[in-house]
């Protein structure tokens, strides 16, 4: 079993930061891209940053300036550092990782995290 556990939403007022975090564990021979999408209410699930195992990233044009997803290899772990928050970033904020379980495997399979909450609001 592979699972994604996301840590660090709550509650900021707009102008504030929060850094979310997301480690994968269980039975895990490689990871390979890593992102965070989030889900507002009503809305559709939409990317927010994605990065590769080279450390190459790709941001929405709504976060870029703002955000800045990282990882940490060794700790099969991302971040998301998030500044100058706005209240239309308010979403459950989901982490993502493509990971192959076992050597054996020959191909790659997206798990997803639970999801945690991120609001915006004064």
């Known amino acids: 079993q592979v699972q994604l556990v996301e840590s660090g939403g709550g509650l900021v007022q707009p102008g504030g930061s929060l850094r979310l975090s997301c480690t994968a564990s269980g039975r895990i021979f490689s990871i390979n891209d890593m992102g965070w999408y989030r889900q507002a209410a009503g809305n559709q699930r939409e990317l927010v940053a994605s990065?590769?195992?080279?450390?190459?990233?790709n941001y929405a044009d709504s976060v870029k300036g703002r955000f800045t997803i990282s990882r940490d290899n060794a700790k099969n772990t991302v971040y998301l550092q998030m500044n100058s928050l706005k209240p239309e970033d308010t979403a459950v904020y989901y982490c993502?990782?493509?990971?192959?379980?076992?050597?054996?495997?020959?191909?790659?399979?997206?798990?997803w995290g639970q999801g945690t909450q991120v609001t915006v609001s004064s």
């Open positions: 990065i590769t195992t080279e450390s190459s990233t």
């Open positions: 993502n990782s493509k990971i192959r379980r076992t050597i054996f495997d020959t191909s790659w399979t997206y798990y």
